[in-house]
């Protein structure tokens, strides 16, 4: 194993930066639905249940292309890759444009929005392995956050800009008997919102045509390099497919990388639930005014959580007591949200809001990158792909139920605790399987095995 060929890139920051910009235009798409609920119910003429699915797409498409998507990005490059998903993020956010500028037409709206989902599978996965192709190994669970920030962040402003874009007052007709949302300028509002998502996403994808790259010259750390010398790129198109389906296989049969799956998918299932229906929980407990900040909060307090986690992670290497603390106090922050709205004071929403994000948002890098050292040396976006199909498929489930559960504005409040409480048995649930994992660290392991050979080799020289 030759050090001198170990070199970190200043270029990396960069590359971070531009998947960041990607990453956050396509999650602000993901939420600016359902921060807006009843206006755009009137727009499109669809009920609370029916605009959930622009949330529930995002989760549902993501299931049967989630392996295919890993085996392309093995197979080509994550430029190659990162592009094509930027590209579909773009095309996505200009339909949505279209079809709230020159047609008003729910249908139009959702075929943007499933374009833009698709484009996901190329986000999700990134952060993991681009942290790994880019960064030191003191630096990975940094950058691996980083990722993960970014698409918070534009979760972020997709919980505040929206609203900024509308009226929170409503007027009475009396000859249709009929309330209206949508007040005088607010759809021309509407179109200056969508048109200045689909301006940068399509510079975001040009930008990323022209700067992004798949690796630096040099590995920046040994595992990075020995994962360099066991790619076979001269395999067919079949022949390279099954050589990772057959991984995948290997990752399930993992007792302990399975209970990781489970518990991940179950603590960020209820998070993607409790995201796509806080608009309409809000709305239901305190009216309209607040929806927005609230969510703010949630996602801000969840960028520290997952900077902070990632950055613990680095200098501690303490994998197995950082997961079991995040997946406890998520629990703890869930059951607080739960009851808090019935405190009758709205700032209590806003801090149990804000202790949700910071543990749930801040436990998922913690999850990205366990399963990454556990994993080794499969591929990273074989074990993060794996994590987010999980997360996908427990987020349709909670969010499809507690949905239906919680029903409309007029629906009994009482339905909405139930829908909460049952997200609570869920991360209960997910609790018991992160206490049954077995952590193995087996990228740190190389790591330090290959840092104590190099050692042991220059005192011999020396």
Known sequence: MDSNLIQTSPNRWLILFLFACFSGSNAYQWIQYAIIPRELQEIYSINQQTLDWFSIIYMLVYIPFIIPATWALDRFSLRT???????????????????????????????????????????????????GAWFPANEVSTACSL???????????GFLVPPLFTNTSETYNSVTNETSYVQDGEIESLQVLFGLGAVFTVFTAVAMLVLFKSAPEFPPSLANQMKRKEIIDDMG????????????????????????????GLN?????????????????????????????????SGLFGAVL???????????????????????????FYTVAPYSGEIYVLYVAG???????????????????????????????????????????????????????????RSLTLMANLIGCCGLVLGLVFTFLIKVDLKRQDLENAQMNELGGKKEEVE
């Open 81 to 131: 890759m990162c592009c094509i998903g930027a590209i579909g993020n773009a095309v996505g956010a200009i339909i949505k444009y279209l079809s709230i500028k020159f047609y008003t037409n729910f249908w139009l709206a959702f075929t943007g929005q499933t374009i833009a989902a698709i484009s996901q599978v190329y986000v999700l996965t990134i952060p993991p392995a681009l942290a």
């Open 147 to 157: 990722g993960v920030f970014a698409n918070q962040f534009g979760t972020a402003v």
């Open 237 to 264: 198109l079949f022949e390279s497919f099954s050589f990772h389906f057959s991984a995948i296989m290997r990752l399930f049969k993992n007792r302990n990388i399975t209970l990781l799956i489970l518990s991940y």
């Open 268 to 300: 960020t299932g209820v998070y993607y639930a409790v995201g796509t229906l806080l608009g309409a929980f809000v709305i239901k407990y305190f009216g309209v005014g607040d929806e927005g900040f609230i969510g703010l909060t949630l996602i801000i």
């Open 309 to 335: 986690a990632g950055y613990w992670l680095d200098k501690t290497k303490t994998y197995k007591l950082t997961m079991r603390a995040m997946y406890a106090f998520s629990l703890a922050s869930m059951i």
């Open 354 to 412: 804000g202790c949700l994000g910071l543990t749930m948002t801040g436990y998922l890098p913690v999850g990205f990158e366990l399963g990454v050292e556990m994993s080794y040396p499969e591929t990273e976006s074989s074990s993060s792909g794996l994590l987010n199909a999980s997360a996908q498929f427990f987020g349709v489930i909670f969010t499809i139920g507690l949905g239906q559960l919680m029903g409309d504005e007029e629906s009994d």
